[in-house]
């Protein structure tokens, strides 16, 4: 069964400081990776996406993800934190183009002034 | 431009009372969702629809029912509530293919007492 690990429930960064948040999956054929963010009290999010083609994916407000086959991974970064980047973010995985996402557990993102 | 919408946003019910959540998309979209979202847990599958009048389990079916009888408009029902099902749910929608990602509602906040 497919499924999504990210590591650390909790990151704290200080304001202009690198975001990296984990994402792992389990996989022997190509996924369709995501990361979604939600904010307090609303829906999710998409943030970016890769289904094929470049590996580094750009979202929007800045961030960015890279598709490593070799490591199974698709962590999500950001140069430079905001104030309004504090959210909980999921990465979700499928393998298929009819199987629905599975998510991972979340990340939430706390920012230091 | 009104994307996913979900009625109620809010509700508390006893136990053993019974209840459906409205789900309605206007972007032609095929595929919905009903997702359950608890702290720690990520966001798990409940039921989903590949078309209209076509219902399939997820991850966490127990419980609950659904039903698909427009392409707009998908169902879920809770028959017997129990405290186990206090949770936020969120339905979202997709085109034909999971490549496209999801659009989210902005979630309906569940307590049973």
């Known amino acids: 069964a497919q499924s999504v690990t990210q590591l650390g429930s909790h990151v704290s960064v200080s304001e202009g400081a690198l975001v990296l948040l984990r994402c792992n999956y389990s996989?022997?054929?190509?996924?369709?990776l995501f990361w979604y963010v939600q904010y307090p009290n609303q829906g999710l999010q998409l943030l970016l996406k890769?289904?094929?083609?470049?590996?580094l994916v750009k979202g929007i407000n800045g961030f960015e993800a890279e598709f490593k086959k070799s490591e199974t991974s698709f962590h999500l970064t950001k140069p430079s934190a905001h104030m309004s980047d504090a959210a909980e973010y999921f990465c979700?995985?499928?393998?298929?183009?009819?199987?629905?996402?599975?998510f991972g557990k979340g990340t939430r993102l706390s920012v230091i002034a | 431009n009104a994307g996913v919408t979900q009625t109620p946003k809010f509700r508390v019910l006893k136990t053993g009372q019974s209840m459906t959540l409205l789900c309605a998309q206007d972007?032609?979209?095929?595929?919905m969702y009903w997702y359950r979202q608890d702290p720690g847990m990520g966001l798990r599958l409940i039921h989903y629809?590949?078309?209209?009048?076509?219902?399939a389990k997820g991850e966490v079916p127990d419980g609950y029912n659904v039903s698909r009888l427009k392409k707009q408009n998908f169902l879920l029902g809770l028959e017997s509530a129990a405290p186990s099902q206090t949770s936020v749910y969120f339905c979202?929608?997709?085109?034909?293919?999971?490549?496209?990602?999801?659009?989210f509602g902005s979630g309906t906040r569940l307590t049973v007492v």
């Open positions: 979202a929608s997709s085109y034909v293919g999971q490549a496209f990602g999801y659009t």
């Open positions: 996989s022997s054929v190509p996924p369709y």
């Open positions: 890769y289904t094929t083609g470049a590996t």
């Open positions: 979700a995985v499928t393998f298929s183009g009819n199987t629905p996402l599975v």
């Open positions: 972007m032609n979209h095929e595929y």
């Open positions: 629809s590949v078309g209209e009048g076509t219902t």
